[in-house]
């Protein structure tokens, strides 16, 4: 089957994809040349009775919970069709900074609704890419025949996709409208590929985890353009590689614009604080990053450099040279390093215990805390194929006790109407449970005092409208939940 792209965009209850939830799918597949095959599709996602939106997401999207309820389908419905239309061979799917946000939001969802959380970008010849640093690295190393925004109020580069489009003259109706910036990124597709299409071509060849495991076997001092790193360098550097992560499947880099001398002799203790993040740029941070393979990254050997880059990076490869000669002659120094994190992640453990003391870890959350086991995948297949009022019958047949605790939650969010007395009653508990507990800290409460605290910025009749709509639905579900 031939090759194709498919660009994809969320409009979401928040920003935490363990804890949000999906309001908006929408995507476009495409040929290899960019081109649309059929139809986009613009899908709203009901929202369950125990999730509550954060008020400044519906006044960014202009979308309500009563929408979703109104016009959307269930996630149930949704990963049906999304598993069978649009995971197709071959596919690469595509967006606007999706790796570090919308493919979060997809892996939980499909994990909750009893599906692969990783398969559909890696079976069948699928894989996924990410335009964002693409953007970043094109305005880094060939910016030319492409005008390139800067933000409005600080004057600093940004590569925000409404202000990359405005500038350009690409058609961008609505931003924050998820099929609107999703023929936006398509638009931006192409103008990289028509202005620097070598670039673009070379960046979509080494987007998998093995290409990015061979680069890095060849190339131990590179160039790579990230978030991370300053836009005064339009988020590019050149890093050299210490070595391999200790807990996950990447590897630690420099950024050897920094000269390392002030970091060689530091304790692990040191250097665990000079990690932390600041905004303050005064202080001095550790310039170590974890380039992870299977986030596509935005790598480059040094020979993309050419006079005028390394004048607009300001690189000095004198200066780069000597650095990477300290590190060479402080190999005790990647020991050090990768000590650090251990220490870092165990202060992080210790503060997730105590913060979870007497209270568990919401099922929701917890993908990232085992794969699931085979037998249990088997019986995840069965239930997509099982009648609605059947479902409850599984529950017991899996040995994950994740998937045991979700089972009653997948029938009650999708199928509410095949609920038994008891069945809806523990509903009822578990929404009370998530969003009144806690008193004048609940997520209710809470969401009631966000609502005050928007309607006294927020004057304007379109903020207004939403902010009421979020008001009575918040209200809804107090009656629900006394009774």
């Not at 890419?129 to 600080?154: F, K, Y």
């Not at 941070?285 to 006079?307: C, E, M, S, T």
């Not at 009370?432 to 910025?457: D, I, K």
Request: charged share 25%.
């Amino acid at each position: 089957m031939a090759q194709t792209f498919f660009f994809y965009d969320l409009e979401t209850s928040g920003v935490n994809p363990r804890s949000s939830r999906i309001m908006q799918f929408a995507g476009q597949r495409t040929d290899a040349d960019l081109n649309p095959i059929g139809e986009p599709y613009n899908i709203l996602v009901k929202l369950s009775a125990d999730i509550l939106p954060d008020p400044y997401a519906v006044l960014l999207t202009g979308i309500t919970p009563q929408q979703t309820l109104q016009d959307g389908i269930t996630e149930a419905e949704f990963c049906e069709l999304f598993m069978k239309e649009i995971v197709q061979p071959d596919t690469i799917f595509v967006g606007f900074n999706t790796v570090r946000f919308d493919d979060e939001f997809m892996r939980f969802l499909l994990y909750r609704n009893f599906y692969d959380p990783y398969a559909w970008q890696w079976k069948d010849g699928c894989s996924r890419w990410d335009l964002l640093d693409v953007v970043r690295m094109t305005r880094a190393l060939r910016p030319s025949d492409i005008v390139w925004p800067v933000d409005p109020e600080t004057k600093a580069p940004t590569n925000r996709l409404e202000l990359l489009t405005a500038q350009n003259n690409l058609l961008h109706e609505a931003a924050h409208d998820a099929l609107s910036d999703v023929h936006a990124t398509i638009a931006v597709a192409k103008l990289l590929r028509t202005k620097q299409a070598k670039l673009f071509d070379y960046l979509l060849s080494i987007r998998q985890k093995q290409k990015v495991s061979e680069f890095l076997k060849n190339n131990k001092t590179f160039v790579y353009s990230s978030g991370r790193f300053s836009s005064d360098y339009e988020k590019t550097t050149i890093v050299s590689t210490l070595g391999p992560h200790p807990t996950s499947q990447s590897v630690l880099v420099y950024n050897v614009r920094h000269d390392p001398t002030p970091f060689l002799n530091m304790s692990v203790e040191q250097l665990a604080e000079a990690w932390r993040y600041t905004k303050d740029k005064t202080v001095l941070r550790l310039p170590v990053k974890a380039l992870q393979f299977n986030r596509v990254p935005a790598i480059a050997p040094l020979g993309v450099l050419d006079d005028a880059s390394k004048e607009r990076l300001q690189v000095d490869m004198d200066e780069i040279n000597r650095h990477n000669k300290l590190l060479a002659a402080h190999p005790d120094f990647y020991d050090k390093v990768a000590a650090t994190i251990e220490h870092i992640n165990a202060a992080r453990d210790t503060k997730e215990v105590k913060a979870v003391a007497g209270r568990a870890k919401p099922v929701d959350e917890q993908l990232y805390d085992a794969f699931i086991p085979d037998g249990d995948r088997l019986v995840s297949e069965k239930i997509h194929t099982a009648k609605p009022d059947e479902i409850r019958t599984f529950k017991d047949s899996f040995q994950d006790k994740r998937l045991k605790q979700l089972a009653p939650l997948y029938m009650a969010r999708n199928f509410p109407q095949t609920l038994n007395d008891d069945e809806r009653v523990a509903w009822e508990k578990h929404c009370q449970q998530v969003l009144v507990s806690g008193g004048a800290q609940s997520r209710l409460a809470q969401f009631f005092n966000q609502l005050q605290e928007v309607s006294q910025t927020k004057t304007d009749s379109k903020s207004h409208f939403l902010i009421e709509e979020l008001r009575l639905y918040g209200e809804s579900l107090v009656p629900e939940l006394e009774g």
